[in-house]
């Protein structure tokens, strides 16, 4: 199972697919109105009583005016339009129901406006329940039947919720600076920027890509990536939030006259400024690690959304790091617990992360505890659990135990689960028999899910040097793996492009801002490349890595550097060499145990061309083995060069210590075994002492 195309179907974020954001002229002083669109996915609806959900979201700096959503369906020919019907629900709240025309056109649509008072900030449900007949009434027949594959209506995936609103000022101070730099409308239109000074420091790109993995982990359209660039007027020009990370000396001179001090040899300086009409934040210090440390804080969302301020000053003292990663401990499901309700098949998904590295390890299992109502037919009614979709179990329902019931699961080996995953606990809720002819309620029948289910999660390294683990093996337990970028000689626009590309995606994946990322130009030698994980971006020809290493690379360059040769699995045309793009995942030539992604092509174009794989969720499932080939036609070809290697067998003695139950009762029992060959040795010595004390009598 693709772990990719799990996460993204499992966040509500990932269903977040936008329209082109509108904006509508304004009165002079008013701000301007737009209208910000989430396409529905394709859906449809079975039977009498099916339905599905469609999220999208409400800006917490947006003035709404308005929501229209625009369903587009075509019912089933069969259907009963005088007896079917379909409600929408918005956050658990109808607010429209309809009878579905029946038609031999293509396609139906109905457009509604949504009550603004049952929106809220953030994450909105739209709920779509249909009831659907087929049968025409017939009063002969005690009950009609309610479940037949017959009937159904299709939702197009041209659908759309439409939400037309206008932005409130942004304050002056760095926590509103942050909501609109991550904003749906400020991302999809491209209206943030982070950016570096022409000059671009090795401490100025390393502050700069920290904060940028912090945006991009905060940042809900993971389809759209957050540009670094190089900072000038033309480059930044109609950006609307800006974060301008610099030392000072490389600052521009209009910038150094706004801010609040120059005293920065001890500390670095956080400040929201105004160029003109654009908001710009400046991070910025005199000392190269202090940028870093101040570049960290950025990235440290929780932070950067707790300054009310304009300005935030960092030093040795401050603390920037967040929460280390457990990546093997109990996780509960749901905090309250969670109800469902309606006959037949209920489900509740629950998304655990994990980072790309871990797999899950023997010895992990789940505990559910629930309750359901009595009024069920238990010989039918069941609760399956599944793993990223897999059923892993079930059990039948029982009016015993209704009132408290418990299903305990080993997560089988076989699964292969690794990186981020769902669970989906499902109820099938089957009414008895001589209860079919009554009219359902929506509270009846019910299940609950009790806040003490568990999953008792286990983990191991999941270390092949594969594009099938990326991100590992630059990003481990979720914390960046001694990373090392080699740019090329002479950077180009490209060269940003690729960096772009690179870390958005690195930093939808980092669960925290510690370990290390270092910038190196192509001059860098065995002694700063040992013991890192490389990431060489460029051609044969402007980045001195790659071109020593020609040898080692899975598609090699010609002898002038010009363009790819043909190898063992792919037959490469001279000229067609020359204009594609190459990712390929080695091992590192400078130490053992470490490997290094080449991110390549005969020019910076095709190697920015590349690392537009590794973007986005959207293109990585195209990647995997460890060499891929792409062309400016979309065509990608991804080939494995390593061999097989048979898997270790699993040692008795690490399996034993994977189970903490295990280790306690094996510390236990040799505790008492201890204590019992104590009490026998004293016993034994006693006795022998009674023995000597009678013979001398």
């Not at 293509?106 to 509604?112: E, I």
Request: proline residues 3%; hydrophobic residues 40%.
């Amino acid at each position: 199972m693709n772990k990719r195309l799990i996460l993204t179907a499992v966040l509500c974020s990932a269903l977040l697919l936008p329209l082109a954001v509108h904006a509508e002229g304004a009165e002079e002083g008013q701000a301007a109105r737009k209208t910000y669109g989430t396409m529905f996915a394709a859906s449809s609806l079975y039977g009498g009583g099916s339905s599905f959900q469609q999220f999208f979201q409400i800006e917490n700096y947006w003035k709404v005016d308005a929501v229209q959503i625009q369903l587009d369906y075509k019912a089933s020919p069969l259907t009963q339009s005088d007896r079917s019907s379909v409600t929408l629900f918005l956050n658990g709240t109808p607010f429209h129901s309809f009878r579905p025309v029946i038609s031999d056109a293509q396609k139906q649509q109905l457009t509604v406006t949504v009550p603004t008072s049952l929106l809220t900030e953030g994450v909105n449900t739209v709920t779509v329940q249909g009831n659907l007949e087929s049968t025409e009434t017939n009063l002969n027949l005690a009950c009609l039947p309610t479940d037949t594959r017959e009937k159904w209506l299709q939702v197009f995936e041209t659908s759309r919720i439409s939400v037309q609103y206008a932005n409130d000022a942004m304050k002056d101070s760095i926590r509103d600076f942050n909501r609109h730099f991550i904003g749906l409308d400020t991302v999809d239109e491209s209206l943030n920027a982070i950016a570096v000074s022409e000059r671009s420091d090795a401490a100025e790109l390393e502050a700069a890509t920290y904060a940028l993995t912090g945006f991009a982990k905060a940042n809900s359209l993971k389809s759209r990536t957050i540009p670094l660039l190089e900072y000038g007027p033309d480059k930044v020009k109609g950006k609307q939030a800006v974060v301008l990370v610099s030392l000072y000396d490389n600052l521009p001179t209009d910038l150094k006259a706004l801010l609040s001090t120059a005293e920065l040899q001890d500390k670095a300086l956080l400040q929201l400024v105004n160029l003109g009409t654009q908001p710009t934040l400046v991070v910025t210090s005199r000392d190269a690690g202090l940028l870093v440390k101040a570049g960290r804080l950025v990235a440290n969302q929780a932070l950067l959304g707790q300054i009310d301020a304009n300005t935030k000053v960092v030093d040795s003292s401050t603390e920037v790091e967040t929460p280390a990663v457990n990546v093997s401990r109990n996780v509960t499901l749901t905090e309250t617990g969670d109800k469902l309700t309606g006959a037949m098949h209920r489900e509740k998904t629950y998304f655990v992360p994990l980072p790309g590295n871990r797999s899950i390890a023997d010895a992990s299992k789940l505990s559910i505890d629930f309750r359901y109502a009595k009024n069920l037919d238990m010989d039918r009614s069941m609760v399956t659990v599944l793993i990223d979709k897999t059923p892993i179990g079930s059990k039948r329902l029982s009016t015993e135990l209704a009132d408290g019931d418990h299903l305990s699961l080993p997560i089988p080996k076989n699964l292969n689960i690794s990186g981020n995953f769902s669970v989906t606990v499902a109820f099938d809720l089957e009414l008895k028999s001589n209860m079919s002819c009554i009219e359902n309620q929506d509270q009846m029948p019910w299940a609950f899910i009790e806040k003490d289910s568990m999953l008792q999660l286990n983990t191991k390294d999941r270390a092949d040097l594969l594009f099938n683990n990326y991100p590992y093996p630059f990003l481990r337990d979720g914390s960046f793996n001694q990373v090392a970028v080699v740019l090329p000689g002479k950077r180009e626009s490209y060269t940003y492009q690729a960096l772009t590309s690179l870390f958005n995606l690195l930093g939808q994946y980092a669960q925290t801002n510690t370990g290390e990322i270092r910038f190196y130009g192509d001059e860098a030698g065995a002694d700063v490349l040992k013991g890192r994980q490389i990431i060489a971006i460029g051609s044969y020809k402007d980045n001195k890595v790659i071109r020593d290493n020609n040898d080692k690379l899975y598609f090699r360059y010609d002898p002038s550097g010009g363009g790819f040769l043909s190898n063992e699995k792919m037959s490469i045309d001279a000229d067609y060499g020359k204009r594609i793009g190459s990712l390929q995942l080695i091992d590192s030539p400078y130490d053992k145990g470490y490997g290094l992604l080449a991110i390549t092509g005969s020019g910076q174009e095709y190697a920015y061309l590349a690392s537009k794989l590794i973007a986005t969720e959207g293109t990585l499932w195209k990647v995997f083995g460890d060499g891929v080939v792409t062309d400016k036609d979309g065509k990608t070809q991804a080939f494995r060069f390593k061999k097989l290697t048979e898997p270790e067998p699993s040692s008795v003695l690490g399996d034993v210590l994977a189970r903490k139950d295990v280790v306690s009762f094996t510390i236990a029992a040799v505790l008492v075994l201890v204590l019992v060959l104590v009490s026998l040795i004293l016993m034994i010595r006693k006795h022998k002492k009674k023995t000597k004390r009678g013979r001398g009598r």
